[in-house]
């Protein structure tokens, strides 16, 4: 589910506007019970401190809720507020009355961005409304769930390398994430291999498509 191809694409392409890398942010398993009420208004970029201060055109995050039982308005569908990732406006300005319910069949996922206001809904309904929440996020910030204090590293081993790379064994930026002497963080999985420097100046490459500064630095090296 974290490597679906057609949401992952979507969400480095969003994402690599504006970043080099992309990476698991977290996976949650989320269970709306009966009786339960709607969850407050929120954006998930939040997370970050409450940092008030992103450029409304900057995204950092992409969150995805795949839904594991029909979505409904009476069972709690995820309430969105469409257009809500082109302002700044707090989110607790708006009601849920302000919001949409995101129905969908069972699995459907719900792409928005971490900008998009949003909350999980009032369960009315007798059955529980299970989600699984995947979410993504730019390479240089801290990934909500810590991935290498969850993921024991004899698991890790046994991943696929483009996953492996997802959790975060691998540069998420220039010089973000790095261990030993500027190493690739994949020397921790396989220590036995050579180390390979090319990483950083395939990410400053990367970054060349956003950055005057990445572009100048890239130019200077390459001479
Ligand atoms: O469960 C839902 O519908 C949304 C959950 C959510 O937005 C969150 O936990 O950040
Ligand atoms: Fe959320």
Redesign the pocket.
Known sequence: MVMHPTVLGATRKFLCRNSSNIQLNLT?V?C?DPGQKA?FL?R?EGAWDWYDHFPVNFHIEV?T?WAMDDFTEEN????VIPGSHKHNLLPLSFTQADSLAAEMKKGSVLVYTGKTI????ENKSKAS?R?L?IDYCVGWVRQEENQYLSIPIEVAKTFPDDLQRLIGYEMGAASMGYVREFEDPRVALYPEEPFDQKFFIELLEKSSHFSNIAKSVYNYVKK
């Open positions: 949650q989320i709306i969850q929120h998930d969150s809720i709690g569908a995820t309430r949003h909350g999980g809904g409304r989600a929440n």
